[in-house]
């Protein structure tokens, strides 16, 4: 038995993006692994939902003066002491962050970099956040003994931006929860409908309503069209463009928001939708793109970057910014009953690679091989 450590701030604090990253990965791992020992480090605990998933034994928090005060502090570099009194011989950054000085210890460091679109559209992010991302995942990449990218389009921008060796990144897809790996009932589909006020047909988009993920471009798309649009996501700023859209367009009735749904109604929402669209200019993966394969709904998305490694080849892909070719695209789905069949049944065969052995076999080989054990083990699920 060996010890890991995670960077849990995330897990315990961020309720999607890298909190269902964190969580989804540790659930994983206690499942298939639970003869190895995993401590979560967090500076502080979050909703009680995510509090309960794991025991307390497991839990570390700052302790002392200094370090409960300084809670940051303590993230970047005061945890380092707590990792070695807790033998730890793995620690794994969740989030593009290690401690400073782990690198003189005994401890083996583990990286995941989710994406560098502060570095690729810096306009989308205030001066200090890109200098503070800039300066903590350039450290973290330059002195973790492993990096994880969660696609190959982010392994290609952590080698360019950061100058980084291509054989020290490894490519390891991030999980998709259980709730949409689960067939829907009827009447579960119904209930939602009921409850949520849905129309019979709609197309789906899921995100952070923000101008990189462009769901403007699928309301213009629908101007002229029948089919109603559900958005699910926090809104922002970019919202406001999207309401002034819709009512200088007469499209009150066809454009839906939603926010705050459980990951349960959020499963079976995308389970009853006709087409899943997600215009996004540019993603670290696009985890929605996943959800949408393993509820059976036929996706449509961007034809670049890491797109159609995460929609693989059954999916439809479009020039995000082209509003005649996304609107033709929604279209053609909808049209042909043959097509969305096909799109469903090969995207939930696509998906398979993403599935929880898989993602845990290669998670525990990886940590293996850093340990310095790869030569006598390997696990397959």
């Known amino acids: 038995?060996?010890?890991?450590?995670?960077?849990?701030?995330?897990?315990?604090?961020?309720?999607?993006?890298?909190?269902?990253?964190?969580?989804?990965?540790?659930?994983?791992?206690?499942?298939?692994?639970?003869?190895?020992?995993?401590?979560?480090?967090?500076?502080?605990?979050?909703?009680?939902?995510?509090?309960?998933?794991?025991?307390?034994?497991?839990?570390?928090?700052?302790?002392?003066?200094?370090?409960?005060?300084?809670?940051?502090?303590?993230?970047?570099?005061?945890?380092?002491?707590?990792?070695?009194?807790?033998?730890?011989?793995?620690?794994?950054?969740?989030?593009?962050e290690i401690p400073v000085g782990l690198k003189e210890t005994s401890i083996k460091s583990v990286v995941t970099i989710h994406d560098l679109i502060f570095i690729r559209y810096p306009e989308l992010y205030k001066k200090i956040d890109r200098t503070v991302y800039h300066k903590k995942f350039k450290y973290a990449c330059e002195h973790a003994d492993q990096i994880v990218a969660i696609s190959e389009q982010t392994k290609l921008d952590i080698c360019e931006f950061f100058h980084i060796p291509e054989d020290k990144i490894k490519?390891?897809?991030?999980?998709?929860?259980?709730?949409?790996?689960?067939?829907?009932?009827?009447?579960?589909?119904?209930?939602?409908?009921?409850?949520?006020?849905?129309?019979?047909?709609?197309?789906?988009?899921?995100?952070?309503?923000?101008?990189?993920?462009?769901?403007?471009?699928?309301?213009?798309?629908?101007?002229?069209?029948?089919?109603?649009?559900?958005?699910?996501?926090?809104?922002?700023?970019?919202?406001?463009?999207?309401?002034?859209?819709?009512?200088?367009?007469?499209?009150?009735?066809?454009?839906?928001?939603?926010?705050?749904?459980?990951?349960?109604?959020?499963s079976v929402l995308y389970s009853i939708a006709k087409i899943f669209v997600y215009p996004s200019i540019f993603e670290g993966f696009g985890i929605p793109i996943i959800e949408a394969l393993y509820s059976g709904t036929p996706v449509i998305t961007t034809a670049s970057g890491v797109f159609p490694e995460a929609g693989g080849p059954s999916s439809y892909y479009v020039n995000p910014n082209d509003i005649d070719q996304l609107s033709d695209a929604i279209d053609t789905i909808l049209d042909s009953p043959v097509l969305q069949e096909e799109m469903s049944k090969k995207g939930l065969e696509y998906a398979q690679q993403f599935n929880d052995d898989t993602l845990a076999s290669q998670w525990m080989n990886l940590y293996l091989e850093i340990k310095g054990e790869s030569s006598h083990r390997s696990h397959k699920i």
Not at 227 to 243: D, F, R
Request: glycine fraction near 8%; charged fraction near 25%; charge should be positive.
């Open 171 to 266: 490519v390891i897809y991030q999980g998709c929860h259980a709730s949409f790996k689960s067939i829907k009932t009827e009447e579960e589909k119904k209930d939602l409908r009921i409850k949520l006020g849905l129309p019979k047909d709609f197309i789906l988009n899921v995100g952070t309503i923000e101008s990189r993920k462009n769901a403007l471009s699928i309301v213009k798309a629908i101007v002229d069209k029948d089919i109603p649009l559900v958005i699910v996501g926090k809104p922002t700023a970019y919202t406001k463009e999207i309401h002034e859209f819709v009512a200088l367009n007469g499209m009150q009735d066809r454009v839906i928001f939603l926010q705050g749904l459980s990951m349960h109604e959020l």
């Open 1 to 96: 038995m060996f010890k890991i450590g995670f960077d849990a701030k995330r897990f315990f604090n961020n309720q999607t993006g890298l909190g269902n990253y964190s969580r989804d990965l540790i659930r994983i791992l206690r499942t298939y692994f639970p003869e190895v020992s995993y401590l979560l480090y967090t500076p502080q605990l979050g909703k009680q939902e995510y509090n309960q998933l794991v025991p307390n034994h497991i839990v570390r928090q700052p302790a002392g003066f200094i370090n409960r005060t300084f809670k940051s502090y303590w993230r970047g570099d005061g945890i380092v002491e707590d990792l070695k009194r807790d033998m730890i011989q793995i620690f794994h950054g969740l989030s593009g």
